[in-house]
């Protein structure tokens, strides 16, 4: 198994480092390097991608803000000098966490945890179903689309409600929207995604999945039904 990835470091010095440990692992192919997260961000439109080693603090736009505006995040393995966005780079789902100057030993370590996530995604068993996994409580979660009854904003988290629990989850509605099969859910609230497959009925003002009321955005009426009649 190889990994596809990328180097993002505004420093060459930094950069060049990683590129080096890259280049002689024997499970990770080199496809590009970078010098800032808006160049990346073009840059993998053009390439596929399975990990990024990601500095977080670069001019124009950080690490974060970098994975907030993407549409297919890779695996993340963050890589800085400074110890504090420690919590926050595991509240964005990364792989690991890199602290420079990074040792042989422990860059090993971390590109061992991302071929171990890689095989777990890759192992899809039709059977199940399409699904996604999400982190909640600390926890990596595996969510089937088919179980998803709506998405709800709150603030900097999103509620994930399914058949059987409710799991909150670190991410913008828009971001987690992405994540999505388009024909199989609809935003119809600035606060709500719903699984169209899950309505029973619907208003002018509301949607009802079971016995819970969403409110529907008035000028997403039409959207709703267009999408109800090309489920």
């Known amino acids: 198994m ?6 993002v470091d505004d420093s060459a010095i930094q950069r060049l480092s990683i590129v ?4 002689n692992h024997p499970s990770l192919n080199l496809i590009a390097e970078y010098s800032s997260a808006l160049e ?5 439109n053009s390439h596929q991608v399975d990990l990024i080693f990601l500095d977080i603090e670069m001019p124009v736009l950080n690490g974060f803000e970098l994975l907030d505006v993407l549409n297919n995040k890779p695996q993340i393995i963050f890589v800085t000098g400074k110890t504090e966005y420690a919590f926050k780079a595991f509240n964005y789902d990364a792989t ?3 602290h420079k100057p990074i040792t042989r030993e422990r860059f090993n370590i971390s590109v061992e945890k991302a071929l171990e996530h890689h095989k777990i995604s890759q192992d899809f068993n039709e059977e199940e179903g399409e699904h996604i996994f999400v982190k909640s409580n600390l926890k990596k979660r595996k969510v089937y689309i088919k179980d998803i009854k709506w998405i709800e904003a709150l603030g900097d988290y999103v509620k994930l409600v399914t058949e059987d629990t409710s799991l909150v989850v670190l991410s913008t509605m ?5 994540e999505l099969p388009e024909n199989k ?47």
């Open 20 to 23: 080096k440990l890259v280049e």
């Open 2 to 7: 190889t990994l596809n990835c990328v180097v």
């Open 96 to 98: 690991d966490y890199l």
């Open 185 to 231: 859910f609809l935003r119809i609230h600035k606060s709500y995604i719903v699984n169209l497959d899950k309505i029973d009925r619907f208003n002018s003002k509301n949607v009802e999945v079971g016995a819970y009321e969403i409110p529907l955005s008035r000028n997403k009426k039409t959207q709703l039904v267009d999408a109800l009649n090309n489920i």
């Open 40 to 44: 990346t961000k073009n840059g993998l």
């Open 174 to 178: 828009k971001s987690f929207e992405k």
